[in-house]
């Protein structure tokens, strides 16, 4: 395994790369064990692995604290080792933006709502590095993580409204959420949660999975998110920022038990921590 942090080195070891597809895992890496997910998924689709730990700052906005995000490259490192990755490319900022550095990437639609309203200029930041890690590492596919679903659907329409071709769109995979027994999402965010905090947490997915056979079963959906909010709040969360059903390509707002595939999306707050989930509402 190779960990390459310049882009004139990467070059060369892609271009070595022989024997069969590549595959892409973008990462700020402090990777756990849905990381290590996408990892196993991608060695499904391609003979080769490459891995990026990138800690972004053009997708942290004024009150985010870019410099307190954990950065662990060695112990990352050997994590990756473990799962046979082929290589790392772990770059330095001032490698990925170079001096006088002035474009930026912003998708339209998919990007706004959600997490795009409290986190502005959030997911343009999101779609211009993923754009520059596939145009550097040029993958035939690229996965990430069902959880993040809104960048999720910022990425596959970046991909495809920009004609890429490595990868194309159509082979940006999602990856099932990972989740604790409890039925928490793994996330990064998770160490900052208090043990208390920790416990109450496990509410959001319950209480999602709730909403969510209320709406396939039937039932209105405003009537369903109410309660799906009203249990947040009741169990210890101190706030709910949102609680949507959106369709799950576009995210348009859906109002009504929907006759297509969609994503029941939820961020709320407990402690301090922010934390955000979705589950499939319905397949269609």
Not at 129 to 136: E, G, M, S
Not at 165 to 188: C, I, K, Y
Not at 245 to 265: C, M
Request: charged share 25%; aromatic share 6%.
């Amino acid at each position: 395994m190779r960990i390459i942090h310049r882009l004139d080195e990467l070059r060369k070891a892609r271009a070595a790369l022989k024997g069969g597809k590549l595959a892409l895992v973008p990462t700020m890496g402090a990777l756990h064990d849905g990381h290590l997910a996408l990892v196993r998924e991608a060695k499904w689709h391609a003979a080769r692995v490459v891995v990026s730990i990138f800690v972004n700052p053009r997708q942290f906005g004024v009150n985010e604290d870019l410099d307190a995000y954990p950065r662990q490259l060695e112990r990352d490192c050997a994590l990756l080792q473990t799962e046979g990755v082929d290589l790392i490319w772990a770059p330095t900022a001032e490698e990925m933006y170079r001096e006088g550095y002035a474009t930026n990437v912003a998708v339209a639609g998919v990007s706004e709502g959600l997490c795009g309203a409290a986190r502005p200029g959030h997911f343009d930041g999101v779609a211009t590095v993923v754009c520059k890690l596939f145009n550097q590492v040029e993958p035939d596919v690229a996965l990430f993580g069902e959880k993040d679903w809104q960048q999720l659907a910022v990425i596959r329409r970046m991909a495809r409204d920009l004609d890429l071709r490595r990868p194309h769109a159509d082979m940006v995979f999602g990856v099932p959420t990972v989740r604790e027994q409890d039925g928490l999402a793994l996330s990064s965010r998770n160490a900052y949660l208090s043990a208390e905090d920790r416990a109450r947490a496990a509410v959001l997915p319950a209480a999602i999975k709730k909403a969510v056979a209320e709406i396939s079963g039937g039932k209105p959906v405003a009537e369903a998110l109410k309660r799906l909010r009203a249990a947040l709040l009741s169990g210890g969360f101190d706030a709910v920022d949102y609680a949507e059903l959106r369709d799950a390509e576009t995210l348009v707002e859906l109002t009504e038990r929907p006759t297509d595939h969609a994503r029941l999306l939820v961020a709320a707050r407990i402690g301090g921590t922010r934390l955000i989930d979705n589950m499939e509402a319905w397949s269609g």
